[in-house]
């Protein structure tokens, strides 16, 4: 387990995404794992990303539809590696700047629509899963470093993978 990141003062954003996912504890899981990979490094270095965050109940739900425990996930680290690359988009994604859709590239090499309705949950990320999207649930975050963390609700899978 990393160790807990020093208090800020209130107000402060967070200086990187690898500490606003360890204030979030809904975001456990995906801090675990984010440590499995190996990746937790570059996530702290990155600048300029938005990292569509699973909550932890969505790995519950990936887990179980996949036939999975988290330490069989953890012991393929290429597939691991590639779930978590299809979570970071390049670029930020503030909600407050979403007018009708966009789409991003992830670093996987995939894009994503990003789309804006009417309706609550109004954030949702189409094209992906066998339910077609994700919702943003909870409230974005926003790092010093030009990140930004939008919590969803499901495992984003390309739709080949779905």
């Not at 807990?4 to 606003?20: F, I, L, N, Q, Y």
């Not at 938005?50 to 290429?78: H, W």
Request: aromatic share 6%.
């Amino acid at each position: 387990q990393p160790p807990s990141p020093p208090p800020r003062p209130a107000g402060t954003p967070p200086p990187d995404v690898m500490v606003a996912l360890a204030e979030t504890p809904a975001l456990a899981t995906l801090l675990r794992l984010i440590n499995a990979a190996g990746l937790a490094e570059v996530l702290r270095d990155a600048s300029n990303i938005t990292l569509f965050a699973p909550q932890n109940g969505a790995f519950v739900t990936y887990l179980r539809d996949k036939r999975l425990t988290e330490a069989q996930l953890v012991a393929n680290p290429e597939a691991l590696a590639q779930v978590l690359q299809y979570h970071v988009a390049i670029g930020e994604a503030r909600r407050a700047r979403w007018v009708g859709g966009r789409t991003m590239d992830t670093v996987y090499g995939l894009p994503l629509t990003l789309r804006r309705r009417v309706k609550t949950p109004n954030y949702l990320v189409e094209g992906v899963n066998q339910r077609g999207f994700v919702f943003l649930v909870g409230r974005e975050l926003v790092t010093s470093n030009g990140c930004v963390v939008q919590p969803v609700d499901r495992i984003i899978e390309p739709p080949a993978a779905a």
